[in-house]
T-cell receptor, first 116, second 114 residues
Framework: AQKVTQTQTSISVVEKTTVTMDCVYE???????LFWYKQTASGEIVFLIR??????ENATVGHYSLNFQKPKSSIGLIITATQIEDSAVYFC?????????????FGQGTKLSIKP | GPKVLQIPSHQIIDMGQMVTLNCDPV?????FYWYKQILGQQMEFLVN????????KSKLFKDQFSVERPDGSYFTLKIQPTALEDSAVYFC????????????FGKGTRLTVV
């Protein structure tokens, strides 16, 4: 069965530091996409970054980067130079096939709190 | 950026009644989705819709659920009749194409069945 697991329920860090959020997934598909989204306090769900399973290099967008460890089925999100506005719930997600990318399997979410 | 709008943001309904959740997807998008999130749990895929048809649905998409987008208007999720376990936040999403694309989400409609 396909599954995405985020074991960290909540994380709290001081502003301007680096934070890493963990995510592991299960799939039998040979090709898949991995995503990170954040849900803000207002409820808005924002796409952050994506990793294609066939790419070895880790994706980077702005101050978001990924630590993709395919043998471990792991896709960690790294946020550098955190800001107060990064406080949100972060969801890891997987699209198990490459034909319907909108069918996402989500993890349980990690609540990130950034303190001044 | 592009926005998916969901109306209403919160709806309370008596068990057994019908409810319709409305979604205004991004204007040029062609693929539409509904997700369900029970409080404290992850979002779960319900259904996706394209060209007037359901493309794929999950086991959560019960027989009491239906979706449509008549004449390019709102993309709707109808539940008839509602049950207590239907209480959740329902998220609508849309995308321009099926692969290699960003999926945009609305802010959700919180449905409370009493």
């Amino acid at each position: 069965a396909q599954k995405v697991t985020q074991t960290q329920t909540s994380i709290s860090v001081v502003e301007k530091t680096t934070v890493t959020m963990d995510c592991v997934y299960e799939t039998r598909d040979s090709s898949y996409f991995l995503f990170w989204y954040k849900q803000t306090a207002s409820g808005e769900i924002v796409f952050l970054i994506r990793q294609d399973s066939y790419k070895k290099e880790n994706a980077t967008v702005g101050h978001y980067s990924l630590n993709f460890q395919k043998p471990k089925s792991s896709i960690g999100l790294i946020i550098t130079a955190t800001q107060i506005e990064d406080s949100a719930v972060y969801f890891c997600a997987m699209s198990p096939t490459n034909y319907n990318q909108g069918k996402l399997i989500f993890g349980q979410g990690t609540k990130l709190s950034i303190k001044p | 950026g592009p926005k998916v709008l969901q109306i209403p943001s919160h709806q309370i309904i008596d068990m057994g009644q019908m409810v319709t959740l409305n979604c205004d997807p991004v204007s040029n998008h062609l693929y539409f989705y509904w997700y369900k999130q029970i409080l404290g749990q992850q979002m779960e895929f319900l259904v996706n819709f394209y060209n007037g048809k359901v493309m794929e649905k999950s086991k959560l998409f019960k027989d009491q659920f239906s979706v449509e987008r008549p004449d390019g208007s709102y993309f709707t999720l109808k539940i008839q009749p509602t049950a207590l376990e239907d209480s959740a936040v329902y998220f609508c999403a849309s995308s321009l194409v099926r692969v290699n694309t960003e999926v945009f989400f609305g802010k959700g409609t919180r449905l409370t069945v009493v």
